[in-house]
């Protein structure tokens, strides 16, 4: 099960961080992964950490994004820096084992999703 949380509403060029919360045993071997889709979009790739900790990252947000994962406590981050309006959606994680996907159906497990609005 995981558990998305930290969105909100805050100004162009602001930070925000978003959670994702897992239960499970075989956490350490999960890739995690975060999508986002805003209306009238199609759910698109953001970010991911495979179980070895390697991180990849879409074009849009790479350098201002950064995802970390700490298995002591179950949870990933995507530290979102320098937001715009564009990065406005709600933003969903989602697991598989081991390695990232960047296509939504690679994956089993999927959070119920937190909004992030950013203003311009």
């Known amino acids: 099960q995981l558990q998305a949380s930290g969105g909100g509403l805050v100004q162009a060029g602001d930070s925000l961080r978003v959670s994702c919360a897992a239960s499970?045993?075989?956490?350490?071997?999960?890739?995690i992964g975060w999508f986002r889709q805003a209306p009238g979009k199609e759910r698109e790739f953001v970010a991911g950490?495979?179980?070895?900790?390697?991180?990849s990252y879409s074009d849009s947000v790479k350098g201002r994004f950064t995802i970390s994962r700490n298995n002591a406590k179950n949870t990933v981050y995507l530290q979102m820096n320098n937001l715009k309006p564009e990065d406005s959606a709600v933003y969903y994680c989602?697991?598989?084992?081991?390695?990232?996907?960047?296509?939504?159906?690679?994956?089993?497990?999927w959070g119920q999703g937190t909004q992030v609005t950013i203003s311009s």
């Open positions: 950490i495979n179980w070895s900790g390697d991180s």
């Open positions: 989602t697991a598989r084992s081991f390695m990232v996907s960047r296509t939504a159906s690679g994956y089993n497990y």
């Open positions: 499970g045993r075989t956490f350490s071997n999960a890739a």
